[in-house]
């Protein structure tokens, strides 16, 4: 199986069982955050040998580093990207497995960061694209009030570019989301209008964003 297609049939069971969650980990040592230059030539040259390019290792990297983060092994992972992007920096799933770990930390505007530069470097998964701009708008509530609408705006454009697939349980997905950003902008009736849209296509809605829009005044 190609490396492309393993990793993206991965992220969408990640996005539709909401299997992203806040729970954080011990304080990251300097080999445990994203991009720690710890360039080891023979490591590299190995690796080369093994998988016959930097690109190819990079993706067997990024690989095991998604292995170790759905069991769990918060630390492994973060490792495993750090050596997959000093394979291949222009590895975009290096930027997702990034930002979902700082996402378990949360820490939310590096998040928005990391999943800035996975889309910058070619993923545009439509559930990633959800992700993103979620993310996106809970980054704008740390901001200053014009980043704030800037990253607002963001958001709406990255939740309607999603919007733009024909499978139904995935755009379920979409208008869920949306609607939760809808919520952190304060504009409830476009909430509401995304949460029935959610509803007509079959989505399930958290018990805490119909709570949120129940005591919107």
């Not at 990207?81 to 799933?93: E, S, T």
């Not at 996402?103 to 959800?130: D, I, R, S, V």
Request: glycine share 4%; proline share 2%; charged share 25%.
């Amino acid at each position: 199986m190609k490396h492309g297609i393993k990793l993206t049939k991965f992220f969408l069971t990640l996005s539709f069982l909401l299997v992203i969650s806040v729970s954080s980990f011990a304080e990251p040592s300097e080999l445990q955050v994203p991009m720690y230059d710890a360039t080891d030539s023979s490591f590299i040259a190995s690796a080369i040998n093994s998988f016959g390019t930097s690109e190819h290792a990079s993706e067997g990297y990024v690989e095991r580093a998604f292995d170790n983060y759905t069991s769990n092994k918060f630390d492994k992972s973060m490792q495993k990207f750090n050596q997959a992007w000093l394979l291949n920096p222009d590895n975009a799933y290096v930027y997702l497995g990034f930002g979902l770990l700082l996402k378990k930390n949360e820490q939310t505007c590096p998040t928005y960061k990391m999943f800035k530069l996975a889309n910058e470097k070619g993923l545009n998964e439509k559930g990633f694209l959800t992700d993103y701009a979620y993310t996106t708008s809970q980054c704008a509530l740390l901001k200053e009030e014009k980043e704030k609408q800037q990253l607002f705006i963001a958001s709406n454009d990255l939740h309607q570019t999603a919007t733009e697939t024909e499978n139904e349980r995935l755009l379920a997905y979409v208008y869920h989301s949306w609607a939760k950003s809808y919520v952190l902008q304060e504009d409830f009736t476009k909430a509401e209008e995304m949460v029935e849209k959610s509803k007509s296509l079959g989505g399930t809605i958290d018990s805490s964003l119909l709570q949120a829009l129940k005591n919107k005044n």
